[in-house]
């Protein structure tokens, strides 16, 4: 039951923006609901054409994350958005109990609690109480590692093919994530094998087989179909002072001293710690050599790892041999750890506003559902699509974009009826205060938006 505390103390924080709010928490979400609702009225299909219309394009995101959420609904009658709202208590306290879980099984019960209260210390647990894939595939990186760990650990195939399996979900529900633990787990094999002198390729094979296997079912129709594309979104790097302010200055001290007991004991599952955390944290640095990456994402990887090793660190603190300064410092943790966990959850909030719930509702009730929105604000475009079905001229997951209209011609007021007819062009989004585009008529008003809907003839 010790462990379980963690998980329970998330859920019960999580309960508050939940039920505080209508909507769930986080921008992504609205794209991740359009892309369920069009399972929902076509099936498993490929190809969405309602964003970044006219063009449309295929639906590269990885579809399990959706489908959860197309069960819950069915399941349970609920739409779409409270689907996604009431599972972020689940999702958030299912990812610290992962965490405390695997901390347990691979050191002991102690580590397990502290490593769930160390992550409420970062600010990457506001970011594990929204209701996307990411979350998902957190709850499973974990439990993916420990059961490959098992299988080197005892020679076994088995925990390699639960590991395979893992993997699988992982690849079907997030790729930036399915693509770290997988390198996680060549660097640990190579290591294992060529330092360690091990066993290690049956292993890696059922591994790699069985999750290929699984990803295969969703990713090669797609390939057939549509190929595959994906355009990194722009590098995001961060100063090494922000480090600190991510994990918190206390989990890092103490993850330090966990890092040199590990690294002085070298059993594999140290190994696989040290291993997970050098890679990230070496990864998320890249930008400093000129590889562009998104440096806060990636570091949202580490957060397991870094937690444990400083759970880790914590126990190792004695005063000539009294151990009740480190128990001490425990209950101090677990104050501060519930404060900062509170103080985050209480600060969440919904992304949508009233204003843009007013605009999407007037397209969903007054929209013809064929000529597309263009926006002069992006993140408006996922809310609209989501609402009301109204094609959009881009969509949310820009990485998953081949061809895109020149919005700015239209914001611009650098059109004609050609441009309308062709682009399939509908409405424009224009803020308040800006002049009334050609060849429109202003349709809708509200405390933000304008609406002009475009002549076509």
């Given at each position: ?35 369920s609702q069009l399972y929902l009225e ?61 901390a347990y099984r691979m050191y002991n ?126 590098a995001q790097g961060i100063e090494l ?217």
């Open positions: 039951m010790f462990i379980f505390i963690p998980a329970l103390i998330t859920f019960c924080l999580i309960l508050i923006p939940t039920f505080k709010y209508q909507w769930p928490l986080s921008w992504d979400i609205f794209y991740h609901i359009h892309i076509n099936g498993l299909i490929f190809f969405d054409d309602l964003t970044y219309a006219p063009y449309g394009r295929p639906i590269f995101y990885p579809p399990l994350f959706h489908f959860l959420l197309i069960s819950l609904k069915e399941i349970f009658g609920w739409t779409l958005f409270d689907s996604a709202r009431y599972i972020q208590p689940v999702l958030g306290s299912l990812t610290i109990l992962s965490f405390s879980f695997v019960a102690t580590t397990g609690f502290l490593t769930g209260i160390f992550v409420m210390f970062t600010t990457f647990f506001s970011r594990m109480i929204i209701p996307i894939p990411e979350t998902m595939a957190l709850i499973l990186l974990p439990l993916l590692a420990y059961f490959y760990y098992i299988s080197l650990e005892n020679n076994k195939l088995f925990p390699a093919l639960l590991a395979g399996i893992l993997l699988g979900m992982v690849l079907l529900t997030h790729l930036l994530s399915s693509s770290i633990i997988i390198l996680i787990i060549f660097i640990y094999t190579i290591i294992i094998g060529l330092i360690q002198k091990e066993p290690v390729l049956k292993q890696f094979l059922v591994l790699l087989a069985t999750s290929m296997a699984i990803a295969a079912v969703w990713y090669l129709p797609l390939i057939l179909s549509y190929g595959f594309s994906f355009k990194s979104p722009p002072f922000k480090y600190l302010t991510l994990f918190g200055i206390v989990p890092l001290i103490f993850s330090f001293i966990g890092s040199f007991y590990a690294s002085k004991r070298r059993k594999k599952q140290d190994l696989l710690i040290l291993v997970w955390t050098i890679a990230i944290l070496l990864f998320s640095l890249a930008h400093f050599i000129g590889i562009p990456v998104l440096s806060e994402r990636i570091l949202n990887f580490a957060v397991f790892p870094l937690m444990l090793l400083a759970a880790l660190g914590i126990q190792c603190i004695t005063v000539e041999g009294d151990k009740r300064p480190a128990y001490i410092l425990m209950a101090l943790i677990i104050i501060f750890g519930f404060s900062f966990g509170y103080s985050t959850v209480n600060s969440a909030s919904p992304f949508i506003k009233p204003s843009d719930f007013e605009l999407s509702k007037w397209f969903k009730d007054n929209g013809d559902k064929e000529s597309l929105v263009v926006s002069y604000n992006y993140e408006l475009d996922p809310l609209i699509v989501s609402i009301s079905r109204q094609p959009v001229s881009a969509g949310g997951y820009a990485p998953g974009m081949l061809r895109g209209l020149n919005i700015l011609k239209y914001l611009q007021g650098d059109f004609n009826r050609d441009d309308i007819r062709q682009d399939q062009a509908g409405y424009i989004i224009l803020p308040r205060g800006v002049a009334e585009p050609p060849y429109s008529r202003l349709v809708y008003l509200n405390k933000n938006y304008k609406v002009f809907e475009l002549e076509k003839n």
